[in-house]
């Protein structure tokens, strides 16, 4: 009897050890994993920024045409055909933007077609021309000013009654609104609202109001 005893101790002990063992397992696997929200308040929210810079803002008008024995050639209306200048630079995209191609017009016609009443514009250009392009839009610049505010156009938001951007200070983000004086595929004139060389937010900003802690990021691969 004084061994069955003996037994039924150690038996109590190890089951006792078990019921231990998964408890603190339960514990640990219950663990409490910080979410994305709990990460970005205490690192800051992620983003890219850029400086305001100056430079040389562009007005451009883009016309459409086809490649015909090695010159572009498009029809437009007199309201185009008056804004553009003979001899004015011309860029075309080529891989969804990935690389250009610079050229400059080399005619524009003095009088319209008689059937169509459009006016004819062709484009040479510097570099090779892959065949088989089709229908293309190049890009003219009609309005050249020098030494203003620049800044990308992702880095403004629009969505709003006014135009504003998001200017990094401290780490820390403060809401401008700013005046645009002009605008084209690439980027905002701006007029009024921030000064050069502030560092702006080129990040989606439609859910900032101002005042969120961020961390900027060099690189898409950044830990957050």
């Known amino acids: ?21 998964n408890e603190v397992n339960e514990i640990k696997n219950s663990a409490y994993l910080p979410t994305t929200y709990d990460l970005q308040k205490k690192n800051g929210i992620p983003v890219f920024v850029t400086e305001v810079k100056r430079g040389k803002f562009q007005h451009f008008i883009t016309i459409t045409g086809t490649f015909q024995n090695g010159l572009l050639k498009s029809a437009v209306a007199s309201m185009v055909k008056n804004q553009i200048i003979l001899g004015s630079r011309a860029k075309l995209e080529l891989d969804n933007g990935d690389r250009f191609v610079m050229g400059r017009v080399a005619s524009v016609s003095s009088a319209p077609n008689l ?110």
Request: overall charge positive; proline content about 3%.
């Open 115 to 224: 059937l169509s009443g459009l006016y004819e514009v062709t484009v040479s250009f510097e570099g090779k021309i892959p065949k088989g392009l089709g229908a293309v839009t190049v890009d003219i610049p009609v309005k050249e000013v020098n030494n203003v505010l620049v800044v990308p156009r992702e880095s403004v938001n629009i969505r709003g009654e006014k135009p504003a951007l998001f200017v990094l200070e401290n780490n820390k983000l403060t809401k401008k609104v700013v005046e645009i004086a002009g605008s084209n595929a690439d980027v905002f004139w701006i007029k009024s609202g921030v000064k050069q060389n502030e560092t702006i937010v080129v990040s989606d900003t439609r859910y900032f109001v101002g005042g969120e802690f961020v961390k900027v990021m060099t690189e898409v691969g950044n830990n957050l």
């Open 1 to 21: 009897m004084r061994y069955l005893g003996v037994g039924i101790v150690l038996l109590a002990l190890y089951i006792g050890s078990l019921l231990w063992k």
